[in-house]
């Protein structure tokens, strides 16, 4: 980055000098992180999801709240797939029923 930075041509205005190389500065900073933001983003998309059951053993219990609708139910989906005991909690007892038998 020094090298880039004497590499920029001077002017006779010392001040004008120091905007040039400060914005050049704050410009790759910006274009670092905006890159980092890329690869870990890559990074979250390709790494393969975690074996929860593995990880947290055969009698662990996840608690879902909202589970009879929307996003509680996709997660009592996906937790069932996995092999985790449940703990579903809903307002309304009939779409409990329909989710726990759905998911049996």
Known sequence: MLRLLAQVPSTE??????????????????????FMKFVRTLFYMIRPPANLKQKY????????????????RG???????????ICLVSRTKEKLDQVAAYLQ
């Open 13 to 34: 205005n010392q001040v004008v000098d120091f905007l040039l190389r400060f914005f050049m500065i704050v410009g790759l900073m910006s274009l670092r992180r905006s």
């Open 75 to 85: 997660f009592c989906e996906e937790l069932a797939k996995d092999g985790l005991n």
């Open 57 to 72: 053993g055969d009698k662990s219990w996840a608690v879902v709240t909202g589970a009879s609708d929307g996003i509680g």
